[in-house]
């Protein structure tokens, strides 16, 4: 069994620029959602994708959106990057929308200068 | 949202001894999960426990759901437990996400 896979593990971006980060989900699952963790602080959900569609949105600007393919992979997309999108982004896939345990990869870290 | 409260914040015990995480929630859940977060930023899944005892090892957990509140026991501690522990539940009837702790940061010394 493939565990949720990231990449990349680390990025440095300048502030304004784009960025594009992507998962794999575990197989068996056709659920993603993907966190932010700043330094210090527990995850907070970004948003989440069932059958390529997005299945709820947390607290965050329009500016971070996101994709699911038909293989159930994913990818999350921050525009206009700021200094305070700095973080450890986690990716988590499960099976079935909610109400499911959700298992994690090992994050990417990006780093806004 | 849903508060999610973590007790302790942090926690420093001796190698072989035993210790007690606690997690309140303010809502009604449909899933409650552990996990531990290593010094990497790795975070592993513990335990799926929305409700009763599940035992894994040297670590159990137990949710009173009606009471709004789960613990994790970790006995036998070994340097490798240290690391930051978060529960994290979903709210029932809402959207579809985790809401996470402030987490108790376990810190094991030899």
């Known amino acids: 069994e493939t565990g949720v896979t990231q990449s990349p593990t680390h990025l440095i971006k300048t502030r304004g620029q784009q960025v594009t980060l992507r998962c794999s989900s575990q197989?068996?699952?056709?659920?993603v959602s993907w966190y932010q963790q700043a330094l210090g602080q527990g995850p907070q959900f970004i948003f989440q994708y069932y059958r390529e569609e997005e299945n709820g949105r947390g607290n965050f600007p329009p500016r971070f959106s996101g994709l699911q393919f038909p293989n159930y992979s994913s990818e999350l997309n921050v525009n206009a990057l700021e200094l305070d999108d700095s973080a450890l982004y986690l990716c988590?896939?499960?099976f079935g929308g909610g109400g499911s345990p959700l298992h994690f990869g090992n994050g990417t870290r990006l780093t806004v200068t | 949202g849903i508060q999610v409260e973590q007790s302790p914040p942090d926690l420093i015990l001796q190698e072989g001894a035993n210790s007690t995480l606690r997690c309140n929630f303010s809502d009604s859940v449909n899933n409650l999960q552990w996990f531990h977060q290593n010094p990497w930023g790795q975070l592993i899944n513990l335990f799926y426990i929305p409700s009763g005892t599940k035992q894994n090892g040297r670590l159990s957990a137990t949710t009173v759901a009606t009471e709004r509140y789960s613990l994790l026991y970790i006995s036998s501690s070994q340097t490798t437990d240290s690391g930051v522990y978060f529960c994290a539940v979903e709210r029932r009837n809402g959207a579809n996400n985790l809401f996470f702790g402030t987490g108790t940061r376990l810190t094991v010394i030899p």
């Open positions: 197989s068996g699952h056709n659920t």
């Open positions: 988590a896939s499960s």
